[in-house]
């Protein structure tokens, strides 16, 4: 493999690369799926390749291949420079990158228990049961359980004399009921919609509980079947964490990208509400949101050793008391702020580039003392709602509608009648500056998100969110005509 | 295996044939797929990511007694395939029993169709694709904005072998522009062409088409949301019809009961018919499916009723019926999707549509649209680049975005007019293609709109 990649590297720099990398990245990722009481499927997958990025006169060239070969490593190095010309052309001003100093060192997720070793019998059981305690629910038409892990390895080198050896291993579960009648579907999931996925081993899986949770989410589907309507109007709204794990991720993850705040994706994914001269001077949200961009947290879909262009991995500010205070950059991007590149650079797979990515971006806690159960307790009148459903966010990441899978109404203090098909819509930053409590640490948990698209050619990322339960005060809640 | 023989379609059948060797019992499945893929991006009117990629894959799915295992790679050599299908074998016979398993589709094979191809396409180059960008961005520079957007080229070969003696495989490209060109005061406006040909995508073109959207929102103001007639253009017809694909055309889902599409049932409007056509040149082609099963044209709503959904062979076999080419690769859990789309234009000419709005908003696209409500197929997402005030037929001014909330089939039980002409729009997210006319329609729900300046 070393000579693999110097062989690239080699040949780019005899193109006229100024700066040249080069990735080889090998995943295997292997699943299973149950589907009413029978294994539905189980396959394994493997993915490897090498793409070359350089920069010739100031402009960007990437090149890439699924065959590991001299002569291939030589001819993408040879395609990516003439991209980089072909790029150059129609620029304005070359690319310039940061002063992050090169970094030499290997990084592994720390695992317990290999995900790999453990047996398809046992992992099926696990399934299955969960399975069967649905199963046991009148009334649900389909239960479904999945289980996912894999492994990357990554080599990264660049001619500035970066040498970077990774290992990130995956793993996670979920389960899901969904319940039928005339012109009603409806679905509850856990622990959130798609499960929940961590960097970590299997030991994840272990402590996630399906079975002991399949009974209570299959009741749950069947209930809202009967359920009434949500109610429309400006309510409290209080959010569990997996659903404001996703709020995090439209209305704050994505516009704190530099990248879009640049124009850089504008063609696809938008631009962002947070423009450069916000930078310190915005209030974003209330004085009790404090926002970071981790990717050193543990079990974090966006923790690792360095990005994808070896920046090591940091822990950042991103809203403190409610002030914006920074974004998410790479080595292109930070120097437009006059700041160096906080780590968020990357790249979905050997085929596509690194581009500006969530890491862990995360709400920390309320108090300690503070539990869901105080938030309920202390509204009057209001409306809780858990898990993901639906979500959808304009262009510039500030008028937003999420559904989700189940909500309650809350009445002096209690959690009150189940609703069916709820929503709430509002503007992001007079959403954020309506929080004005948020759970304790007790109650926080750290989401995977595996499904965030962003570029052209779409990527798509693995980041994590961490969230406590948290109040937000006059939202509007029960959008559009049922 | 070198490069250049990654799109050949013998060395493909041979390279298949050696993996059903390998594999010592049972039913096996392989795929092959050889996907080149170029995108030029530009953005501040100057290009600003490049990229090229190459890859090829070997998927196998090996079935014994209601046991089924699925390996992929992109391994392809003699000991990359032994690997895969030896993992294959492991998971099929340690796997639990599946009593619903389906056999593998039984034929018939579809010799190499190269129908969908260009060599044009799959030999384009970065100097082409960058001559194109540099068409678009002097389009928007000269008019005093600013360009971003992305130029795709991909050439794909797929070919399918199994032990029911079913050999299909065909050859396709694909190329796709795009732009949306802004103003510093809020101006955007958005074009974008779909072909298998790039040689008839013109860069000047689509700049000006983009250009002038853009011009005509200069100075956008607020409209109160509510129900409003729209004029929907064919972007945001097609942004509809590919999310209602996905939730309501699949066999699958109406087999589960989450479907709207009741056969036989009316859903939508007289005036509407929908269908799904993969050999079609009036769409992005795709040949056979990743089962090897050429794909049938399926007739999904004809004169407003439910007449059809997509199988793959696994939905095919539990409704007694043939696959219709809509198959997925192994495993799929979510069922068949149908791919290429097409939705019948009327009679009446753009102006004409305009002309009939009372009152009412043009939309010029929609973005990120998604589910609020599987089976009612009830849709949320914004407009963008370019949404209009209609009164009496007359644009009267350009207004800042709104979101809607809207059940498509209730919508499109309300159309009055579709245009003559019909336009193929690449989907934003998915590799759905659609081939759309605009619309009028009497009722359309807008729940929210965007904030002028954001925070406040």
């Given at each position: 493999m070393k000579d693999l990649v110097n062989r690239a590297l080699d040949a780019a720099q005899r193109a006229g690369a100024a700066y040249a990398d080069v990735r080889v990245v090998e995943r295997e990722t292997e699943s299973l799926t149950v589907k009413n009481g029978a294994l539905e499927s189980a396959a394994a997958h493997r993915t490897a390749g090498m793409g070359v990025r350089l920069l010739v006169d100031g402009g960007w060239g990437f090149s890439a291949s699924s065959l590991l070969e001299p002569i291939e490593a030589e001819r993408i190095a040879r395609e990516a420079a003439e991209i980089a010309r072909a790029s150059a052309g129609a620029r304005r001003e070359p690319i310039v990158l940061d002063g992050t100093p090169p970094a030499q060192g290997s990084y592994r997720t720390p695992v317990r228990e290999d995900p790999f070793a453990v047996s398809l019998d046992e992992k099926l059981g696990i399934l299955l049961a969960s399975d069967e305690a649905m199963g046991r629910v009148p009334g649900v038409t389909v239960r479904e359980g999945s289980m996912e892990w894999s492994r990357e390895r990554k080599t990264f080198v660049s001619s500035e004399g970066a040498n970077l050896e990774q290992e990130i291993v995956e793993a996670g579960a979920g389960i899901e009921a969904t319940a039928v009648d005339e012109g009603e579907v409806q679905v509850r999931s856990f622990?959130?919609?798609?499960?929940?996925?961590?960097?970590?081993?299997?030991?994840?899986?272990?402590?996630?509980?399906?079975?002991?949770?399949?009974?209570?989410?299959?009741?749950?589907?069947?209930?809202?079947?009967?359920?009434?309507?949500?109610?429309?109007?400006?309510?409290?709204?209080?959010?569990?964490?997996?659903?404001?794990?996703?709020?995090?991720?439209?209305?704050?993850?994505?516009?704190?990208?530099?990248?879009?705040?640049?124009?850089?994706?504008?063609?696809?994914?938008?631009?962002?509400?947070?423009?450069?001269?916000?930078?310190?001077?915005?209030?974003?949200?209330?004085?009790?949101?404090?926002?970071?961009?981790?990717?050193?947290?543990?079990?974090g879909l966006g923790t690792f050793g360095w990005d994808d262009e070896g920046v090591p991995a940091q822990d950042v500010p991103i809203v403190s008391a409610g002030l914006l205070v920074g974004y998410l950059t790479n080595r292109e991007t930070a120097p437009r702020i006059g700041r160096q590149s906080m780590g968020s650079a990357r790249a979905s797979g050997w085929d596509r580039i690194p581009i500006i990515r969530m890491t862990n971006v995360s709400l920390r806690p309320g108090p300690e003392a503070t539990s869901l159960d105080d938030l309920i307790a202390d509204t009057r009148e209001g409306i809780y709602l858990e898990t993901n459903r639906s979500w959808s966010i304009d262009d510039r990441r500030l008028n937003f509608q999420f559904g989700t899978q189940a909500g309650w109404l809350i009445r002096d203090g209690r959690r009150t009648q189940l609703v069916r098909n709820p929503t709430y819509t509002g503007i992001t930053p007079r959403f954020w500056g309506s929080c004005d409590a948020i759970a304790g640490p007790r109650d926080w948990v750290l989401w995977g998100v595996p499904n965030c698209g962003k570029g052209e050619p779409m990527q798509t990322g693995h980041v994590s969110h961490g969230a406590s339960p948290a109040r937000f005060r006059k939202v509007q809640v029960g959008v559009g005509r049922w | 295996?070198?490069?250049?023989?990654?799109?050949?379609?013998?060395?493909?059948?041979?390279?298949?044939?050696?993996?059903?060797?390998?594999?010592?019992?049972?039913?096996?499945?392989?795929?092959?797929?050889?996907?080149?893929?170029?995108?030029?991006?530009?953005?501040?009117?100057?290009?600003?990511?490049?990229?090229?990629?190459?890859?090829?894959?070997?998927?196998?799915?090996?079935?014994?007694?209601?046991?089924?295992?699925?390996?992929?790679?992109?391994?392809?050599?003699?000991?990359?395939?032994?690997?895969?299908?030896?993992?294959?074998?492991?998971?099929?016979?340690?796997?639990?029993?599946?009593?619903?398993?389906?056999?593998?589709?039984?034929?018939?094979?579809?010799?190499?169709?190269?129908?969908?191809?260009?060599?044009?396409?799959?030999?384009?180059?970065?100097?082409?694709?960058?001559?194109?960008?540099?068409?678009?961005?002097?389009?928007?520079?000269?008019?005093?904005?600013?360009?971003?957007?992305?130029?795709?080229?991909?050439?794909?070969?797929?070919?399918?072998?199994?032990?029911?003696?079913?050999?299909?495989?065909?050859?396709?490209?694909?190329?796709?522009?795009?732009?949306?060109?802004?103003?510093?005061?809020?101006?955007?406006?958005?074009?974008?062409?779909?072909d298998p040909d790039v040689g008839r995508i013109d860069g000047a073109a689509i700049g000006a088409e983009a250009v002038d959207r853009a011009q005509r929102t200069t100075g956008a103001e607020d409209l109160a949301p509510g129900e409003y007639q729209v004029l929907l253009e064919p972007y945001a017809v097609a942004a509809l019809i590919e999310y209602i694909s996905f939730i309501g055309f699949s066999a699958l889902a109406a087999q589960e009961g989450r479907s709207f599409m009741e056969l036989g049932r009316t859903v939508m409007g007289s005036n509407v018919r929908i269908w799904d056509d993969g050999q079609d040149p009036g769409g992005l082609p795709s040949i056979i499916d990743f089962e090897g099963v050429r794909k049938q044209r399926v007739d999904l709503v004809t004169d407003g009723v439910a007449t059809g959904h997509v199988h793959d062979t696994a939905t095919a076999h539990r409704a007694g019926t043939a696959s219709t080419g809509h198959g997925l690769p192994a495993p799929n859990p979510w069922g068949p999707v149908a791919w290429n789309l097409f939705m019948a234009g009327g009679r009446a000419s753009h102006d004409e549509l305009l002309a009939g709005i009372d009152r009412g908003i043009w939309v010029t696209r929609f973005h990120y649209v998604n589910v609020v409500h599987a089976k009612r197929a009830i849709l949320t997402g914004m407009t963008k680049d370019g949404t209009f005030l209609v009164e009496k037929g007359r644009i009267v001014r350009p207004i800042r975005n709104l979101r809607f909330t809207q059940s498509v089939p209730e919508a499109f039980s309300r159309i009055r007019g579709l245009s003559d002409e019909t336009r193929l729009v690449g989907a934003e997210y998915s590799g759905i293609a659609v081939r759309a006319p605009a619309l009028l329609i009497d009722g359309f729900g807008f729940t929210g709109a965007t904030a002028a300046e954001g925070p406040g």
């Open positions: 622990p959130q919609m798609g499960g929940q996925l961590v960097t970590a081993g299997f030991e994840a899986v272990r402590a996630l509980d399906l079975a002991g949770n399949a009974q209570r989410v299959a009741e749950e589907a069947v209930a809202l079947l009967t359920a009434p309507q949500c109610p429309s109007g400006e309510m409290d709204l209080i959010l569990e964490s997996s659903q404001l794990a996703l709020q995090i991720h439209e209305s704050c993850g994505h516009p704190i990208e530099l990248d879009r705040v640049l124009g850089m994706e504008a063609s696809f994914a938008g631009t962002s509400f947070l423009t450069l001269d916000r930078l310190d001077q915005l209030q974003y949200g209330s004085s009790i949101v404090h926002i970071d961009a981790d990717a050193t947290a543990p079990g | 295996m070198v490069t250049a023989d990654r799109h050949d379609p013998a060395v493909a059948a041979a390279l298949l044939d050696r993996v059903l060797e390998l594999v010592p019992n049972g039913e096996a499945e392989a795929v092959y797929t050889a996907r080149d893929e170029a995108l030029t991006r530009f953005a501040n009117s100057q290009i600003h990511q490049n990229v090229a990629d190459r890859d090829r894959s070997v998927r196998v799915r090996l079935t014994r007694d209601g046991r089924t295992g699925v390996a992929s790679t992109n391994r392809l050599d003699e000991a990359g395939l032994r690997a895969a299908v030896e993992q294959a074998l492991a998971i099929r016979d340690r796997a639990a029993r599946n009593p619903d398993t389906s056999p593998l589709a039984g034929g018939p094979s579809t010799a190499h169709v190269r129908s969908g191809w260009t060599d044009r396409t799959a030999d384009a180059d970065p100097a082409l694709r960058a001559a194109a960008a540099r068409a678009v961005i002097d389009a928007a520079l000269a008019a005093g904005l600013e360009a971003s957007g992305a130029f795709s080229t991909e050439a794909l070969t797929m070919a399918v072998a199994n032990t029911r003696g079913l050999r299909s495989s065909a050859s396709t490209t694909a190329a796709k522009l795009l732009s949306v060109v802004m103003g510093t005061d809020g101006a955007s406006g958005y074009a974008q062409a779909t």
